[in-house]
């Protein structure tokens, strides 16, 4: 049996083409349930918009222009950007992703919180009720965010066959091993089962920096 | 037995007083191996100088004003701050630790160095070699930091009784549960033993937001 540490110091010294296998292998030693692989998809700080909102940033009548699909079908990064501004700094250039949904939510990582000035609860998405407070400027106007503003809480996207392949259901509460020799095992990562979901582990920037590894890699879920 | 779903539950509903208890009680469910607390220091981007290069930044013959002791023993923050610029961006505001070491090292985080458009490797505080560049600014001068930035392997400082205690020795890595119902663990934490070395787990500011923990609290030893 290879131990941890001499793992990692092989993995050191293996190709970068070659970091996919270590990480699978790393996570089997490290009790992975299944080697069956779920794609990260890392989350930079993001805005969903209700149309109100998008008129009061960009104009009466605006309508999102998109400019990159995302994994989850229908989903997209918008050509919009916003400024978010707290009451300890402000953060510039953050995307806006469509379409348009019926209530605005603002997801930022904690790094973002203390740049901010502001303490946004960790929350699954929609679940809003005492949230934090932010204002966000657009190209034309701004809007205040009032009890709008999350740290996204770590979660899986899965079809109902996907769901099916690692038996798992919705709502339910799973560990995830990430990274390679020098991983990071994730608790309470909530499974989102719909027809329509890709399969996709989604994390914020804090998470993948801890775990050391980006969108489009492997994780697994964990004892 | 309390599920850890029910336990973060329940953890929601404390008061922040009994945070702590909430976390020892989540790591034990988790798989603690040992239920001796250690507390954590989270480090935000630091950097220790070489006097030649504190007299490249201060002025000659400077020496460093000492603001805050540390915990472990003779060292100190520094009044003094620094400037990092890296070929994208720059941080300014970034805390010099004393005293002086023979070697400057940069200490950043992942986040960091995006913001810097650098890619330091995760090492142990030494292992210097192949690590990233960057330019230190201060308020009398500049120096080059050639090979001399890192991301700081997450490590725990131990005295020799403490590593009895805990049945562990000088370089062995561990696994470390951390945060409450919604926690983390981190492999590959290394072990670092010195008699004079009180006990804390150093994590930077990625890793502690990923894992939902502040300076202080405690984490645990994990199978």
Redesign the interface.
Known sequence: MIS??LM?QIEQKLPPSCRQEAAVLSSVM?GAVSELGIPTGVSNRHVHLSQQDIEALFGAGYQLTPIKELKQPGQFAAKECVTIVGPKGSIQRVRVLGPARPQTQLEV???DCYTLGIKAP?RESGDLTGSADALLVGAAGYCHLDSKVICA?RHIHMSTQDAARFQVENGQ?VKVRA?G????????VVVRVSPSYALEFHID???A????IRSGEDVYLAR
Chains 1, 2 share one sequence.
């Open positions: 941890a540490t990692a490290a990582s904690k790094a960790v809480q509460r990274g020799g020098c991983g990071v095992v994730f608790e309470q920037t804090d998470e920096n801890a775990a050391g």
